[in-house]
Nanobody, 114 residues
């Protein structure tokens, strides 16, 4: 199993970024996929999740209305569109496959700063 995140970077407050997580080594369309983030000195937190078909999504209260999770089961990729970014969104963002065992990507840094 391999999960590779990309798309992070430095963005000004109010800006947007789209993260991607390319999956391989398992049947992607069978699994819930999730995005987490971890800010310095804080615990890793669940940001968004999407069921295997893409029909149901869920978000942390802090990002609801600003972030959108989606997936492409042909490209084996899950996305996180992040709009109206705030400095408090600064963190390393990780994708994770649902179920057990837990598999994580290496993370991608998102920094929101003027």
């Amino acid at each position: 199993v391999q999960l590779v995140e990309s798309g992070g970077g430095l963005v000004q407050p109010g800006g947007s970024l789209r993260l991607s997580c390319a999956a391989s080594g398992f049947t992607f369309s069978n699994y819930v996929m999730m995005w987490y983030r971890q800010a310095p000195g804080k615990e890793r937190e669940l940001v968004a999740s999407i069921v295997s078909t893409g029909g149901i999504t869920d978000y942390a209260a802090s990002v609801k209305g600003r972030f959108t999770i989606s997936r492409d089961n042909v490209k084996n990729t899950v996305y996180l569109q992040m709009n109206s970014l705030k400095p408090e969104d600064t963190a390393v963002y990780y994708c994770r496959r649902g179920g057990t065992p837990r598999y994580w990507g290496q993370g991608t840094q998102v920094t929101v700063s003027a």
